[in-house]
């Protein structure tokens, strides 16, 4: 068997372009698909993409740990996020490939299963990105916090650390503490609850400031409290924080999580498949994480396939806590690709389809084609002007 070709579809969704990989081989009908998705770079993962098919044509797309190194070393450059995200794209289709070869699901070749189902949460408004990101008062938070429970999610994650620097308001910390606290008496105990910071500190000092006031609500954790490459700082915070600290989601690669994983900087770890590498990757990443005593929480706010993907990846992970997932961000969402499994909302079970066991609807694809994203990380200006991270 041999790859015949490698091929990016783009889908606008807002936000984000999905950025699906069809990869193709020599066999009559026998393609596999991954995603590559990464807001913001679209056309330069898509050109990534191409380079990588040159690399790759004639190899046998089952020998998926040799056509990774393929595409790790025989570039030179090492990779970077939009590098890694391509080279994860293809590689998720190669174990797309490699299970509808031999009529297995993925996670049964990941090494079967852990769990009968995977557990997972949503964001206000099931991941509509308006309700994602801008939400502001605290009747919105606990509104849109109460539909997400009433559509039968037992798990949110909310956006609520204002736009800051290296100092914020005293008004704005409290305000802050006191939407946690109205959200976890609206939600209830039995209903977890995650802060993601979004690295809009740029101290470790200020994160603090806000971890002890929404400390009270008990979160499940708080995600990136700082810029992610500020290790140290970050690892201070872990050490020090009454709430439990998660963070990756902006790592790529096992060499990142293996130097922060010895700096202790995080509890709970977030690769996004999507970004590290791939399945495989992921997996090694999974495997560091346990030995060190930290669960993976994947990030994962992607199309699809990157949903399916996770699915087979949390499935056959030990130390999986718990999955993100998107699948409000547009009302289309299930129309470009035919899930394995019939979803049911906190709550994702066990796919039997060979390989990923998704089918993808290129026509409507075609009805979304490539459109600048919505640029909602130029929101994050302060008064003044200063320019800080989204």
Request: hydrophobic share 45%; net charge negative.
């Amino acid at each position: 068997m041999k790859i015949t070709g490698i091929k990016s579809i783009v889908c606008n969704a807002e936000m984000r372009n999905w950025i699906f990989v069809r990869v193709e081989t020599d066999v009559p009908g026998l393609v596999g698909w991954g995603e590559a998705t990464l807001e913001w770079k679209t056309r330069a993962v898509t050109g990534a993409v191409e380079d990588l098919e040159p690399l790759l044509l004639g190899q046998d797309p089952r020998d998926i740990e040799q056509c990774y190194q393929i595409m790790m070393r025989h570039g030179f450059w090492r990779m970077g996020v939009i590098g890694m995200s391509a080279i994860s794209g293809v590689e998720i289709a190669l174990w797309d490939i490699l299970g509808k070869s031999l009529d297995t699901p993925v996670w049964r070749l990941l090494g079967g299963k852990c769990r009968d189902y995977l557990r997972t949460y949503t964001h206000l408004g099931m991941g509509q990105m308006q309700s994602v990101y801008e939400t502001e008062s605290t009747d919105e938070l606990v509104a849109r916090g109460r539909a997400v429970v009433q559509a039968g999610y037992d798990a949110v994650k909310v956006v609520s650390i204002p736009y800051a620097a290296y100092t914020a308001p005293i008004r704005a910390i409290d305000q802050v503490g006191e939407s946690m606290d109205a959200l976890r008496s609206a939600l209830g105990d039995d209903v977890d609850i995650m802060v993601d910071f979004h690295g809009r500190p740029a101290s470790a000092a200020l994160a603090r400031e806000f971890l002890k006031v929404i400390a009270p609500s008990r979160p499940l954790f708080a995600e990136e409290p700082v810029p992610p490459e500020n290790i140290d700082a970050l690892a201070e915070l872990t050490r020090t924080s009454p709430v439990t600290i998660a963070a990756g989601e902006r790592l790529t690669g096992r060499v990142g999580f293996d130097a922060a994983l010895k700096k202790q900087a995080f509890q709970i770890a977030q690769p996004d498949i999507c970004h590290v590498g791939g399945l495989w990757e992921a997996k090694k990443i999974a495997s560091l994480c346990d030995t060190a005593g930290v669960g993976v929480a994947p990030h994962n706010p992607l199309g699809p396939i990157a949903g399916i993907a996770a699915l087979h990846f949390g499935i056959s992970t030990h130390n999986h806590i718990i999955q993100e997932e998107m699948v409000g961000a547009v009302p289309w969402y299930d129309d470009v690709v035919t899930w394995p499994i019939d979803r049911v909302p906190g709550r994702w079970d066990l796919p039997e389809k060979p390989g990923l066991g998704l089918e993808v609807n290129e026509d409507e694809i075609a009805c979304h084609p490539f459109e600048q994203e919505v640029l909602h990380a130029r929101n994050a200006v302060l008064a003044d002007g200063t320019v800080v991270d989204w």
